[in-house]
């Protein structure tokens, strides 16, 4: 292979694996979303194996360029990207789907494993294999710009897929043109492997180290220390202490979690769709493009100051709960993890060791990332009841950065100096720290019982005279106590609701067969008679627990009831043809809005278990968004009738709710019950598939 050509092979492979790498987590992330319930937790464990795979990508190239000959290497690497390519779709097809019984993590961790381990496990090993491959075969060039040129690759990935890939392509021809980029990306990266096998031993160590030093140096300019202090640690290079070590895998697995964590908030509040997942992602990996590409993007005082403000804005909307506006959180969320992330990774290249020690160095970066990801996806769920990692990880990354201040000689921290700046710092910390905490106390606090699990966090509210079920900070369920109000409808469910009018005012003259997705507290139960049957679909077994042993309505209820544990989607498509009269779709009233039960596919099972004159009850009463367009969209592509009705508070136990009517019998929706609560439909239609369900086309609702 000539010279002339090998900076553009090693150019393109570097690209192209950077834009693979970043552009597969959404895309496999989406295509399994609607099989395990549309959980913020999907993306958590997606993360979670990413995370894992990358820094074993990373020892394998560490191992690799260490250990074994450049000709092996090379055999080695083309082998197993023959391997890769052999493997064919990344997408995986409808055998993965998930039984109730299944592990939701385990599932998914081994469904990615399967479908797209190895592939990804050599995209991620190509960065610093490629780089080491480039120094021995272009001596006197730096090999760091590879990485700059594998920043840029990354984040057009994750720019373009919410706004170019998603919305012009469905998931299977997404996966389809990604698999043919991974073999252009296989042929060119064997190719970069024989150019390294081929090129003759010379030392080459001594030069990189050289021009490496002097390329810092240049990018380095508002570094606090000396070109002579520079030029000693390049010829005596000092080797890095355990507490060097330890800040390397703290810093990077601080900012982790805090992108996971912020990410989940985020999901939770809004709903769980790849451009939610994107943004912070974009933003984390925006921190390392800075960060490492030279200095003069970090500044600590700036960065610092910023994460306290932003900090202090995001706890102040916390404490409003619901009251806060959806575009106030993700604008303060999004700038505290800017921040953080900033100040992490900034803090991080301030601590760049000697060259001798980079491989080290990174290793410790991709093991603190990989750490942080199993933290939140497999320790904080098993040692927390609560998203107590949120709260955590917003006062590690405060508190964090002032170890590393105390311990840098050109910061006025450093060793105590500067007392009452320190004594300002710590005062603002601990000011804001203490409120965080206090905030999760007051959210965990007076709880009889709670939950965490894959499908969100449950908890049980026990008061004098009603118990109350709540999924987050959403009121899932409340019964009174007092037995002659027990079997009252409340919250969402009061007989003036779109639900209550459904099925106890307007009702057939005949027993009533009913679809309910989303247990809740078994409030529904109240309107079944005898002859009835509901039958109701609930992903969560904790929610089915809660149901039983805190609350009377199932005991209570003279029809008959059945439980059917999975998602209702999936359980739907597996069924027979069960001749619903209504079909009430109750999981919509939380922050996270699981987008695959809207969808196109989701409406042509709903169409398959209805009766021909039967309703389609939705509850749309969401904090943020207003779901009207979607459900217009799916009455006119189906030529129902829909109405949307409205109940304020009656402070008898009725909460405000919207219900959503999709149903062929206009008679039934004619009644004067119903257009004396009716709202307008509007007049925008808005329709989701599987493939495409953009947030971004729902108007965000005005409080």
């Not at 739907?572 to 043809?577: G, I």
């Not at 009705?645 to 405000?656: P, S, Y």
């Amino acid at each position: 292979m000539t010279s002339r050509w090998t900076t553009p092979l090693f150019a393109l492979t570097t690209f192209l694996s950077a834009f693979l790498l970043f552009q597969v987590q959404p895309l496999l992330s989406k295509a399994i979303l609607p099989w395990f319930g549309g959980s913020p937790a999907v993306w958590t464990v997606c993360m979670l194996f990413f995370q894992i795979v990358l820094f074993c990508g990373y020892v394998y190239a560490h191992l690799a360029t260490k250990y074994v000959p450049r000709e092996f290497q090379a055999l080695l690497h083309v082998t197993l990207l023959a391997v890769a390519v052999s493997l064919g779709p990344i997408t995986p097809d409808a055998s993965w789907k998930p039984n109730p019984a299944d592990d939701p993590t385990g599932r998914i961790m081994l469904l990615l494993t399967v479908c797209i381990g190895l592939p990804y496990f050599l995209l991620s090993a190509t960065g610093p294999l490629l780089q080491s491959w480039f120094a021995r075969t272009k001596t006197g060039v730096s090999p760091y710009r590879l990485y700059a040129l594998s920043n840029v690759g990354s984040l057009l990935a994750l720019l373009s897929y919410p706004f170019a890939f998603e919305p012009a392509f469905d998931i299977f021809r997404q996966g389809q043109l990604w698999s043919w980029g991974f073999f252009v990306f296989a042929v060119t990266c064997g190719l970069c492997a024989l150019a390294n096998a081929m090129q003759p031993d010379a030392p080459f160590e001594l030069k990189i180290a050289s021009e490496t030093t002097n390329d810092e140096s240049e990018a380095d300019t508002t570094n606090d220390l000396s070109n002579a202090e520079t030029t000693q640690s390049t010829i005596a290079p000092s080797q890095p202490n355990r507490l060097d070590w330890t800040l390397w895998i703290a810093l990077p697995m601080t900012a982790c979690v805090l992108l996971i964590a912020t990410t989940n908030q985020v999901c939770q509040e809004v709903a769980v769709i790849p451009f939610l997942w994107i943004v912070p992602l974009t933003i984390y990996l925006l921190s390392f493009i800075l960060t490492f590409d030279s200095t003069r993007w970090y500044v600590r005082s700036i960065l610092y100051g910023g994460l306290i403000i932003s900090t202090g804005y995001s706890a102040s909307l916390l404490h409003q709960g619901g009251k806060a506006l959806m575009m106030h959180q993700l604008v303060s969320f999004f700038s505290m993890l800017f921040c953080g992330c900033m100040v992490c990774h900034g803090e991080l290249v301030r601590m760049k060791p000697h060259p001798k020690y980079l491989t080290s160095f990174y290793l410790c970066i991709s093991a603190g990332g990989a750490l942080g990801g199993m933290f939140v996806g497999l320790v904080a769920p098993r040692i927390f009841t609560s998203y107590a990692e949120f709260y955590w990880s917003i006062v590690v990354v405060l508190v964090l950065p002032l170890l590393v201040f105390a311990r840098d000689a050109s910061c006025p921290l450093y060793r105590g100096r500067s007392a009452w700046l320190w004594a300002a710092l710590i005062a603002v910390t601990a000011s804001l720290s203490i409120n965080l905490l206090l905030h999760l106390r007051q959210i965990t606090g007076d709880r009889t019982d709670a939950v965490r699990n894959f499908f969100g966090v449950l908890k049980i509210e026990e008061y004098i005279d009603v118990v109350k079920m709540k999924h987050g900070g959403v009121l899932h369920g409340m019964q009174f106590l007092d037995p002659e109000r027990r079997r009252q409808a409340t919250t969402y469910y009061s007989k003036k609701s779109g639900m209550g009018l459904i099925l106890n005012a307007h009702r057939p003259d005949r027993p009533m067969k009913v679809g309910l997705v989303g247990l809740g507290g078994g409030t529904s139960a109240v309107y079944g008679r005898e002859g009835d049957h509901l039958r109701f679909y609930e992903i969560n077994p904790e929610a089915v627990r809660f149901a039983k042993q805190y609350f009377s309505y199932l005991q209570d209820c003279p029809a008959k009831t059945d439980i059917v544990l999975g998602d209702a989607r999936l359980q739907m498509e597996l069924e027979a043809a069960q001749s619903y009269d209504a079909i009430v779709l109750d999981a919509f009233s939380g922050d996270g809005v699981p987008a695959h039960l809207l969808t196109v596919e989701a409406f042509d099972i709903y169409s398959k278990h209805l009766r021909e004159k039967g309703v389609v009850a939705v509850h749309i009463s969401n904090r943020h968004l207003d779901l009207r367009p979607v459900l217009l969209a799916h009455a006119d592509r189906l030529n129902l009738k829909m109405l949307v009705v409205r109940q304020e508070r009656d402070g008898l136990g009725a909460e405000r709710n919207v219900w959503v009517l999709l149903t062929k019998d206009e008679a039934l929706l004619a009644h004067s019950d119903f257009q004396q609560q009716k709202m307008s439909n509007g007049d925008r239609k808005v329709l989701w598939t599987d493939a495409r369900s953009d947030l971004m086309a729902i108007r965000v609702k005005r409080e």
